[in-house]
């Protein structure tokens, strides 16, 4: 089991996950962060540190896609290790539906 970053991360981007995270296996996108899922320990401190509850073990049903992606841009984006603040505009798309869709992109983030 691993955990993943899931669609509720995008836009939203807190990193209160990051800051408790002993491994240091989240890295930065520009608008969201994934977990390396060969790096994460499965210790789970993540999952209620997250604002948008966007984390989530991969052992929940639906979530092959988020598993691919976390794996694929954890190899390409620059590794974070501390909280930044979150964008300004982080709170108003918290639990909004459809972000992968409409907000995603590959670029990555600037990293620790």
């Known amino acids: 089991m691993t955990y993943v970053v899931t669609e509720a991360c995008i836009k939203c981007k807190y990193t209160d996950c990051v800051e408790v995270c002993p491994v240091d296996c989240f890295y930065e996108g520009e608008n969201m962060l994934v977990i390396n899922p060969s790096e994460c320990i499965d210790c789970g ?31 390409e984006w620059p590794n974070i290790t501390s909280q930044k603040e979150p964008p300004a505009d982080a709170d108003d798309h918290k639990g909004e539906e459809g972000k992968f869709e409409k907000y995603f992109t590959e670029a990555p983030g600037e990293g620790d």
């Open 45 to 75: 401190v993540c999952e209620p540190e997250c604002p948008a509850e966007a984390i989530l073990p991969d052992t929940e049903d639906g979530l092959e896609k988020w598993l691919e992606l976390n794996t694929k841009f954890s190899a």
